[in-house]
């Protein structure tokens, strides 16, 4: 599968603004709440949250902010396909040997990105990344960069995004179009309702609605119940991950 960074080849097309869209409307969710450590997750499989995560750590470190992205898809780590790092040695490693995670850290061709890949596949992702290790990694890495990005799994097959939910500022989560039922969304948003997760909104992802010559991009805002949307000409947010 090949995967694109289209915030570092085409900086300028409208994906990439979309993206600054995005980066824009997390930035002004919490006025006066600090929102520095976002999980992304999604309903199921393939709907885009791992290049949704790429691209957004990209956008934001644009604006000369540091970002960690941490693949804690233990099941299906991605994050080191999309930025062309080895994963021998990632996330998983740190938490079973109880080794500091600053040894196991990435930078990337982008300024500002950094990451800390998934790692070997372990027996037990939802024990690892619900331990109190992961707790405490993402407590210190907060402390060294400006913005965490957090790539989980989707919510409704497994646990873990529940569990870490409850760890973060914020939950983005990722939804294909035309690809997940409104009833299968809406169970991944009662699931992380009961943990009290805080939902920041959600990315509506393959888009490819004609109007004219235009498609679109959403981004609903889910504190606020409000849709706000871009209109782009020609092209699509179309990613799978």
Same mark, same amino acid.
């Given at each position: 599968?090949?995967?694109?960074?289209?915030?570092?080849? !085409?900086?300028?097309?409208?994906?990439?603004?979309?993206?600054?869209?995005?980066? @824009?409307?997390?930035?002004?969710?919490? %006025?006066?709440?600090?929102?520095?450590?976002?999980?992304?997750?999604?309903?199921?499989?393939?709907?885009?949250?791992?290049?949704?995560?790429?691209?957004?750590?990209?956008?934001? =470190?644009?604006?000369?902010? @540091?970002? $960690?992205?941490?693949?804690?898809?233990?099941?299906?780590?991605? !994050?080191?396909?999309?930025?062309?790092?080895?994963?021998?040695?990632?996330?998983?490693?740190?938490?079973?040997?109880?080794?500091?995670?600053?040894?196991?850290?990435?930078?990337?061709?982008?300024?500002?990105?950094?990451?800390?890949?998934?790692?070997?596949?372990?027996?037990?992702?939802?024990?690892?990344?619900?331990?109190?290790?992961?707790? !405490?990694?993402?407590?210190? =890495?907060?402390?060294?960069?400006?913005? $965490?990005?957090?790539?989980?799994?989707?919510?409704?097959?497994?646990?873990?995004?529940?569990?870490? =939910? !409850?760890?973060?500022?914020?939950? %983005?989560?990722?939804?294909?179009?035309?690809?997940?039922?409104?009833?299968?969304?809406?169970?991944?948003?009662?699931? $992380?309702?009961?943990?009290?997760?805080?939902?920041?909104?959600a990315v509506l992802?393959?888009?490819?609605?004609?109007?004219?010559?235009?498609?679109?991009?959403?981004?609903?805002?889910g504190s606020q119940?409000?849709?706000?949307?871009?209109?782009?000409?020609?092209?699509?947010?179309? =990613?799978?991950?």
């Amino acid at each position: 599968m090949t995967y694109s960074l289209i915030t570092v080849e !085409q900086s300028k097309s409208p994906i990439s603004e979309a993206f600054r869209t995005l980066r @824009t409307n997390v930035q002004f969710t919490s %006025i006066d709440l600090k929102t520095q450590k976002i999980m992304v997750t999604s309903a199921g499989p393939r709907e885009g949250k791992s290049i949704t995560v790429a691209n957004l750590a990209v956008s934001i =470190a644009q604006t000369g902010k @540091t970002v $960690l992205i941490i693949d804690s898809d233990l099941r299906n780590p991605t !994050q080191h396909k999309i930025f062309g790092l080895h994963n021998g040695q990632g996330l998983s490693v740190a938490l079973f040997e109880d080794e500091d995670f600053r040894d196991y850290l990435k930078e990337t061709e982008v300024t500002g990105v950094t990451v800390l890949t998934g790692g070997p596949i372990p027996p037990n992702p939802a024990e690892l990344v619900g331990s109190n290790r992961m707790k !405490q990694l993402i407590r210190e =890495a907060s402390q060294e960069f400006d913005v $965490l990005l957090i790539d989980t799994p989707p919510v409704v097959a497994v646990t873990d995004a529940s569990i870490l =939910a !409850q760890e973060v500022d914020g939950v %983005i989560m990722v939804v294909a179009s035309g690809e997940v039922s409104k009833d299968y969304a809406q169970t991944a948003k009662e699931q $992380l309702d009961k943990v009290g997760a805080k939902i920041l909104g959600a990315v509506l992802n393959k888009v490819d609605v004609k109007a004219g010559d235009y498609y679109y991009y959403y981004y609903y805002h889910g504190s606020q119940d409000k849709r706000k949307k871009r209109h782009h000409r020609k092209d699509r947010v179309s =990613a799978s991950a």
